[in-house]
């Protein structure tokens, strides 16, 4: 019992008090300083902003050729990416290496897919460029839906890089660590994340800047190939849709629209709602490639709602339950 | 002989009557054994009184309190050589700052375990970056927390290796739900290329 009193007397006295005052004075100076990758970088580089505002010049204009590999779900390709930005115009060519032979290629708003045998179906997914999801920094600079942070610094394909975390307000949707080119602000690597678990991977392993030579020649890489647009597939007017989004997750706009389908982004993620007559399909909820796919009976009429996109499943179920047909 | 070694061991112990007691003493050789009859009536009277309470009273008791701190502090004082000051600091500044510190730590470790967020927290649910799978990115990324990051990737995909769900449909659904899919993809892909807004108005929320 002494023992126990000869301990405790220390702790009564204010002397111990102060030190865990100290200590803790210290400890909360230690949290909110930084680290000492980051103090390395300069102010400019400190601020978030200033990277997502790189990062969104650079997908278009720098000019560059790499090959990067993407892991969505069970599925994991590896791509070549030749990128050029000539004349205000996007020029790219975007080869598959695994699997069929596939080059897309890219030239302003025309898209178009070779195929190098004949045989194989035309009907596959399409990646369209070595960013999933596309940063918008139009979209995002105004919002307060994500919390950037710079986070440190780290080294993707033999480069210097800087990481971010893109951290959503709410669990409402996915969030991001970003690596970006130091010198660049491409991005060489991202992570979508849902509290924990990686949906998808992208992964530059090789990369080169400052390319100036030309892309070759598509007429005559191609030749015998299949061929097919893309564009004309996708790039559809902006019609009114026959239905409405009674609710969507806070910052999420229209971006593009058709009859049977109206496409949101936050600026950081997207997902798309389709709405369309025929054959019902059954009440589902479930996650493909990383990507949440919810579909569910229109109420009211005869047609069935499908939410694709980067979303968890319970913002998703939650959309569809919003959705309602427009009686004109 | 042995008789009387058992008689005075019972004696001791306090297992004989006052009869039997006052037997075995006239049956000794009292002159010889009485101081030490005495000492032990003595010794038995003061442990009787022990196990029955406190011999002292309160007022007692804090006397001898008070005088047993007197002697330890002289004791202290008497002893401040050299060799006694560095321990009295140690007992006075050291241990309470130990003390302080292993609370702290364990405060810490605590609330970094319990909160897998870093950075801003968000409004609903604490929404993080960081992991229930153990995924986590720290400022510095340390070459351990790297090989977290990048193991994790593998862990994570298996786990999300398609749905049965999906595998039990019939061949059309799947193929409208890829289409679906696909579609979706390529809007992403060229609005990538094209980030502008169309003048379709939000939706009425």
């Known amino acids: 019992m002494n023992q126990i009193c000869q301990f405790w007397t220390p702790l009564k006295s204010s002397r111990w008090f102060k030190s865990l005052a100290v200590l803790m004075v210290m400890l909360s100076a230690a949290a909110g300083a930084e680290t000492p990758e980051i103090t390395a970088l300069s102010e400019d580089e400190r601020d978030p902003d200033y990277w997502i505002a790189k990062m969104s010049s650079s997908l278009l204009r720098e000019n560059y050729r790499g090959v990067f590999a993407l892991a969505r779900g069970h599925q994991f390709s590896s791509l070549e990416v030749d990128h050029r930005f000539r004349d205000e115009v996007v ?89 970006l080119d130091r010198s660049k602000g491409l991005l060489l690597q991202s992570h979508m994340v849902d509290r924990g678990r990686i949906l998808e991977v992208l992964q530059f392993a090789t990369i080169e800047f400052d390319v100036t030579t030309e892309l070759e020649d598509t007429d005559m890489l191609h030749q ?105 | 002989m042995e008789d009387h070694k058992e008689a005075w061991s019972a004696f001791i112990d306090g297992e004989l009557s006052e009869l039997e007691e006052l037997r075995l003493i006239r049956q000794s050789d009292f002159a010889q054994v009485s101081p030490s009859v005495h000492r032990w009536a003595s010794v038995r009277e003061h442990l009787r009184s022990g196990r029955q309470g406190s011999a002292l009273s309160s007022k007692g008791q804090a006397i001898l309190n008070q005088r047993i701190s007197h002697a330890l502090d002289a004791e202290v004082s008497a002893g401040g050589s050299q060799e006694a ?15 302080a510190a292993s609370i702290v730590l364990a405060l810490t470790v605590g609330l970094l375990l319990q909160s897998p967020s870093y950075g801003p927290s968000g409004n609903e649910s604490e ?28 862990a994570a995909m298996l786990a999300r290796a398609e749905s049965s769900e999906l595998k039990a449909l019939d061949d059309e ?18 609005r990538a290329s094209n980030p502008q807004f169309v003048g379709y108005p939000a939706p009425t929320k």
């Open chain 2, 85 to 99: 000051e560095p321990n009295r600091i140690i007992r006075r500044h050291v241990v309470p700052f130990a003390a």
């Open chain 1, 91 to 179: 020029q790219e060519q975007l080869t598959q290496l695994n699997g069929p032979l596939r080059r897309i290629v890219r030239e302003g708003d025309h898209i178009r897919c070779y195929h190098e045998s004949e045989n194989t179906s035309l009907n596959h997914s399409v990646l369209l460029g070595p960013f999933s999801q596309s940063f918008n920094a139009l979209l995002q600079a105004e919002s307060d839906n994500y919390v950037v942070k710079v986070i440190g610094r780290d080294r993707v394909a033999g480069r210097e890089a800087v990481m971010l975390t893109v951290q959503p307000s709410a669990n409402d949707r996915f969030g991001f660590v970003l690596w």
């Open chain 1, 224 to 328: 015998g190939w299949a061929v097919h647009s893309l564009s004309e597939e996708v790039l559809t007017a902006n019609e009114e849709p026959t239905f409405k989004v009674k609710w969507t997750p806070r910052g999420y706009r229209v971006v593009s629209a058709n009859k049977h389908r109206i496409h949101f982004s936050d600026g950081v993620s997207d997902f798309s709602v389709f709405v369309e007559q025929g054959r019902e399909l059954p009440k589902l909820s479930t996650e493909i490639e990383g990507r949440s796919i919810v579909t569910r009976p229109l109420r009211g009429r005869p047609g069935q709602i499908t939410i694709v996109g980067a979303l968890p499943l319970q913002t998703a179920e939650r959309l569809a339950e919003s959705v309602e047909p427009i009686i004109f």
């Open chain 2, 127 to 154: 929404s993080s970056l960081l992991a229930e799978n153990g995924y986590e990115v720290r400022p510095t990324a340390s070459p351990v927390v790297q090989n977290q990051i990048n193991s994790a990737p593998q």
């Open chain 2, 173 to 190: 659904t799947q193929a409208r739900l890829r289409r679906y899919l696909e579609e979706h993809d390529r809007s992403v892909g060229l």
